[in-house]
Nanobody
């Protein structure tokens, strides 16, 4: 069992930055690929970014490449999402997720994830 707790969300003006954190706890929490997803009101949950459990491989939604960066610190059992140049359309609830997959793999589909956090709200004002 892995527990995930997101933090760092909030209100920011367009063009600003935020860094989300996801603290993982539980058995061998560092042996999971980690991902970020988001869900805006009235829309389906969408993939944002993922990192393999070794940290050596990352994967991003094409539309977010260059603005968002995922990283992890296995010593702290924490994964981060640095979000720069934020736009109003980035407004959503952001979810952290953990996947029990091979060490080199960074899944991009929600169905591949085994555990989810409760989400943190990010609001970008224009």
């Amino acid at each position: 069992q892995v527990q995930l707790v997101e933090s760092g969300g909030g209100l920011v003006q367009a063009g600003g930055s935020l860094r989300l954190s996801c603290a993982a706890s539980g058995r061998t929490a560092s042996n999971y690929a980690m991902g970020w997803f988001r869900q805006a009101p009235g829309k389906e949950r969408e993939f944002v970014a993922a990192v393999s459990w070794s940290g050596g491989r990352t994967y991003y939604a094409d539309s977010l490449k260059g603005r968002f960066t995922i990283s992890r610190d296995n010593a702290k059992n924490t994964v981060y999402l640095q979000m720069n140049s934020l736009k109003p359309e980035d407004t959503a609830v952001y979810y952290c997720a953990a996947a029990a997959v091979q060490r080199w793999y960074a899944p991009a589909t929600a169905a591949e994830y085994d555990y989810w956090g409760q989400g943190t709200q990010v609001t970008v004002s224009s």
